[in-house]
């Protein structure tokens, strides 16, 4: 039967404009590249800005145990990492990496330029998840991976001696992941490894991302097209100390925030030229009526008290969506 009750009334007031500083916290996608980026690094990296999350702490905890020297200040969100130019201790035990894609797919090539058996599992989630397109990318440069329930998924065995490097080749439609796993242990290849991607490149700010930290920190990459790209291993990583930007996609809740009130809003450690597709965010809310300021490091959002729709291709940026909305 249908209710009888009378409907509940909610009063709700307008939002009233804000005026505020805000540090929002550092992008993960960034935090485990950088991560990775500086374990194999020759030296030591200062890592600023960190995150720590659910995937940064598989990330760590991987880390620690492939024998990398981690000095670690949660309180500041900075972490030294001591890179070993590339060379992995072999862990008695399984890495185990929860249900982290990223983690999964990154350490799975990361462990290749090891010497011996590295087991890569995760919770009953992971042993869901779909690494096959990986698995035969680095066979393509002379890994030698098998998933151990031959499903394709997790727990798998890298049965390492190297990356040899040569040419290979991933799929670009099922995952950007894949392609950055490759990536960002090539520059520890034996000789230079060109990658050619089958399909369209989804999440292709990702990729970029990845190949632009990798530059950041002295690698050599050469992106031909979205078809082909190309890491030379005549530079290798060296550690620096490094601002991991703030997460745009978090950043973008204040920046909307502010537009609709006609507040104003400062957003810290987002620096201009950014690393993240999702700072297309600012644009967006230009074409809408929000007036930008973009600083060195920081960015200024002031609503103007008149926003207006617009129609935007979102396919690079889909986080942003429920903000946009």
Known sequence: MPSTAAPIEIPLAPAKPFDARIHVPGSKSIT?????IAALATGTSTLRNVLFSDDTEYMIGALLKLGIELDIDREQNVIEVHGKGGALDVPKDPIFIGNSGTCARFLTTAVALGHGDFVIDGNERMRQRPIQDLVDGLVGLGVNVTTINNTGCPPLTVH????RGGETSVAGSTSSQ???SLLLS???AASQVTIHVKGKLVSRPYVVMSARMMMQFGARVS???DSEITVFTDKHYVGRDYMIESDYSSASYFA???ALTGGHVVLEKLPANSLQGDA???????RMGARVVQHDDTVEVTGTGSLHGVA?????CSDLVPTVA
């Open 32 to 36: 485990n590249r950088a991560l990775l």
């Open 160 to 163: 390492a001696n190297g990356l």
């Open 178 to 180: 894949y392609l950055s």
């Open 186 to 188: 090539a520059p520890h």
């Open 223 to 225: 992106w031909k097209d």
């Open 256 to 258: 909307g925030a502010a």
């Open 280 to 286: 297309a965010f600012l644009e967006i809310m230009e």
């Open 312 to 316: 935007v291709d979102m396919y690079d």
